[in-house]
């Protein structure tokens, strides 16, 4: 396997920080390293590589933007092109990150106690902890406010009942970050692992991110002390800002996916031989190329300018809206084409382009929908929301 | 425990290099480079003699342009306590190089000096035992493995069919092979720390060059191969191919 090279048409490298490239390489050779050799069996398998968690904590990949509570403290720029290039390895594999980072620890930090984040944040930036995010119910998808889990103050515990579903992580995760309604309001939760009346089960037969675990969470008359609350978070506006956070990453990532894809195919298309040449001599397939390499650029345009509108602290729920929506859409946009480019190869795991594909049919779905973006932003410019 | 390790930045190995319009050298302008391979072992060692002996300073060394600070920062991410940049735009033949490496070590009193076995561009072999003639050292290359205790070392090399090792004292100067060890990803929260530390830039000393590169060329395009058949009926026609045409066997 030839290592990856990355894909940077107008020279962005020269707009990034000597440490943000180190950043960037150590990340791209640590999944050169230890992910591509793996990551084919592991979706074959509908398994997650935990093997690979202890590294990632070591690297300080994860909650690696977050400041103190032994987090790398990373600017924008550089934790996203850590997403950027765990996803040019696997959906899967940046999923798992987003959602301990982006979902879990970002919570933590911003909303939490002094003792929750004494607790939670340096074992799970360590990756001797592994936490899940349970926003998402069997019902409630794109409209997370009808949730119907519930809260319950009972003296000095709390008690939660209800169903979480398509949960990332959460067989797998040693402490959940459960939103249900207390007293109406959508508060945040930490449960932990082995709590009585909390239980969870793999879901199956995914064709989509099968390198990651994704799980339903079962809360019947789950005690959990007072403690657990995050008491900075009330109402929707607690988990909305965690999605920023992660969608943020997802922009990036997407952009991962597609350099893997697209440089897949321009290797294909210049020494796959038909009608006695190179595909890649064909019109056709030309402007194949020329489209994958023209939507990566601007996507990671979009990128660089939205990462300097989040450290300088101007980024908006909907910026992010319009790069997640943007650059997932394109990168599984090229996914398809480098299928289609690859011929019958396209279809099996000798070439990462299909697990790509395939695993971006979940990234345009979860964190927001292709289409509850394209809502954001309609009522961003018209000022009318049209969500119902 | 004073150790010095001289490290290249070189391009990366999965770039695809054209030569430049001077027929002389490569186009530089959209490589990416990384630290030669073998340099990255030298580091790696320099760094777990220092952990070992539980004292010390690592200090890297390269001689190179404004821009292989990248690569310094790297090896400082990994552990490495500071930097030295002898700046140099030019390309330079090894006997300079190695003349800019010993006006740095001269005065500094290594206890070790490592070296990668060879550099993985120019693949000449040549600078480590360049330094160390210059400096009077000894020098032993392609080390496998290497112990330090008090002023004694202890190197293993792999031989053709078996491994030598040998005794000496210090301070010495050593080239890496790849067996001696895997180098670490350099931590994420290091490279950022490593800004704060120090990088001293320095003019080399380069004296007169030796040998001038005149052409650089590609390798005669290689003739198309034949199918000679499928499957074990073709075995034969192989065979009789391969020792009378192409007189192989
Ligand atoms: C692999 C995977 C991992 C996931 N991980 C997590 C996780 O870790 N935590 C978590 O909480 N959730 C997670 N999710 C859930 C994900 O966020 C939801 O699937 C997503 O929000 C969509 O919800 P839904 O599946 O219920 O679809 P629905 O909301 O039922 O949407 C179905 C379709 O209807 C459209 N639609 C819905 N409402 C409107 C509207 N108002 N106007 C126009 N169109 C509309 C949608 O765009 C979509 O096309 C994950 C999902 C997947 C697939």
Redesign the interface.
């Known amino acids: 396997m030839?290592?990856?090279?990355g894909s940077d048409f107008y020279i962005l490298d020269d707009l990034l920080t000597?440490?943000q490239?180190?950043?960037r390489?150590?990340v791209r050779?640590?999944v050169d390293d230890q992910i591509m050799p793996v990551i084919e069996d592991s979706f074959m398998n509908d398994r997650f590589p935990d093997q690979v968690v202890p590294?990632l904590g070591?690297?300080?990949?994860l909650g690696?933007n977050l400041e103190g509570y032994d987090c790398?403290?990373?600017d924008s720029t550089?934790y996203g092109l850590?997403m950027q290039e765990l996803e040019r390895g696997d959906s899967g594999l940046r999923s798992f990150v987003s959602v301990q980072g982006g979902l879990v620890m970002y919570p933590i930090h911003r909303y939490g106690s002094e003792e929750q984040k004494k607790k939670y944040l340096p074992e799970l930036a360590a990756g001797r902890s592994i936490g899940c995010f349970g926003l998402t119910e069997p019902d409630h998808g794109s409209n997370p406010e009808g949730m119907i889990t519930s809260a319950v103050d009972d003296g000095d515990s709390y008690i939660l009942n209800g169903n979480k579903m398509w949960i990332t992580n959460g067989c797998v995760a040693d402490v959940a970050l459960v939103w249900a309604k207390l007293d109406g309001r959508i508060r945040g939760f930490l449960v932990d692992k082995g709590t009585s009346g909390y239980s969870t089960t793999k879901q199956g037969k995914k064709f989509s991110l099968r390198a990651s675990t994704t799980s339903e969470l079962h809360f019947q008359d789950c005690r959990i002390p007072k403690d657990n609350i995050l008491s900075g978070a009330d109402g929707l506006g607690g988990p909305l800002s965690c999605l920023t956070q992660a969608r943020f990453g997802i922009a990036w990532g997407a952009i991962g996916s597609a350099m893997a894809c697209f440089e897949t195919a321009r290797k294909y298309a210049t020494s796959r031989i038909q009608f006695d040449k190179p595909i890649g001599s064909f019109q056709l397939v030309q402007k194949k190329l020329a489209d994958m390499l023209t939507e990566i650029t601007k996507g990671q345009l979009l990128n660089l300018r939205l990462s300097q509108l989040k450290d300088s602290g101007k980024m908006s729920a909907q910026h992010v809206s319009l790069a997640k929506r943007n650059n997932v859409y394109w990168a599984l946009e090229i996914a398809r084409s480098a299928r289609d480019l690859l011929g019958a190869n396209g279809i099996t795991h000798e070439y990462p382009v299909g697990r790509h594909m395939l695993n971006l049919e979940s990234v345009i779905t979860y964190e927001g929908t292709h289409d509850i973006h394209t809502l954001i932003l309609g009522h961003e410019i018209t000022g009318i929301p049209a969500y119902k | 425990m004073k150790i010095a390790v001289c490290m290249k930045r070189v391009p990366d190995t999965a770039t695809r290099l054209t030569f430049a319009a001077d027929g002389k050298s490569v186009d530089t302008s959209e490589v990416q480079w990384v630290i030669s391979p073998y340099d990255e072992y030298a580091i790696e060692e320099g760094l777990r003699i220092r952990e070992r002996a539980g004292e010390g300073t690592v200090t890297a060394i390269t001689v190179g342009p404004e821009g292989a600070s990248k690569e310094l920062r790297q090896a400082l991410g990994m552990g490495v306590d500071d930097g030295i940049l002898a700046v140099c735009d030019e390309p330079l033949d090894p006997i300079q190089t190695a003349r800019s490496l010993v006006a740095i070590l001269a005065d500094r009193a290594d206890d070790i000096v490592l070296f990668g076995k060879q550099a993985v561009d120019s693949q000449g072999a040549q600078v480590g035992a360049l330094v160390a003639r210059l400096l009077g050292r000894p020098f032993v290359n392609d080390i496998a493995a290497i112990e330090v205790s008090e002023q004694q070392v202890r190197i293993e090399r792999d031989i053709e069919g078996g491994r030598e090792t040998i005794e000496g004292p210090l301070p010495i100067i050593v080239g890496a092979e790849k067996s001696l060890n895997e180098p670490r990803y350099p931590k994420l929260k290091d490279i950022m720390q490593a800004k704060k530390k120090p990088i001293e830039k320095v003019t080399p000393q380069t004296g007169e060059p030796s040998f001038e590169t005149v052409a650089v060329t590609t390798p005669a395009p290689r003739p198309e191969g034949r199918i000679v058949g499928e499957g074990p009926e073709a075995v034969d026609e192989l065979i009789r191919l391969l020792r009378e045409e192409a007189k192989v066997i």
Do not use: S, Y
């Not at chain 1, 070591?58 to 990949?61: A, P, V």
């Open positions: 030839d290592n990856f090279e000597e440490e490239r180190l950043i390489d150590t050779d640590f590294t070591e690297l300080g990949l690696a790398a403290g990373l550089a850590i």
